[in-house]
């Protein structure tokens, strides 16, 4: 509970667009390192100064929010592209099946 001096500080649109920019530096850097997820051990040591400048540019209730997300949607990108494969390979069977079925028939 808040007393009636506290204020809770709200970003400026000048304060979001530093945490983006400086975010998407990081990230940046992070995929130059082939590294996914920011809390892994071995995301510590890399980038250390951009992951500072990310820290301290953007709400900590953003920075676990952009980190969950960046590995969300890798997550989600590879789901996809294996259901991609998938697709092609059951349609590639279900074509040669066809054409197996119809050299049959005139055979």
Known sequence: MTSGNDEVKHPSRADRQ????VRDAYFECL?????IDPSKPEAANVCQDLR????KGCMKSWVDYF???????????ELLERMRA????VEERAAAAAEAAKAKESA
Do not use: F, G, M
């Not at 980190?67 to 990108?77: H, I």
């Not at 998938?86 to 390979?89: I, T, Y």
């Open 86 to 89: 998938q697709h092609k390979a």
């Open 18 to 21: 530093n945490c983006w920019k």
């Open 67 to 77: 980190n969950k997300r960046r590995v969300l949607e890798v997550e989600q990108k």
């Open 31 to 35: 995929n130059n390192a082939n590294i």
């Open 52 to 55: 500072s400048l990310y820290e």
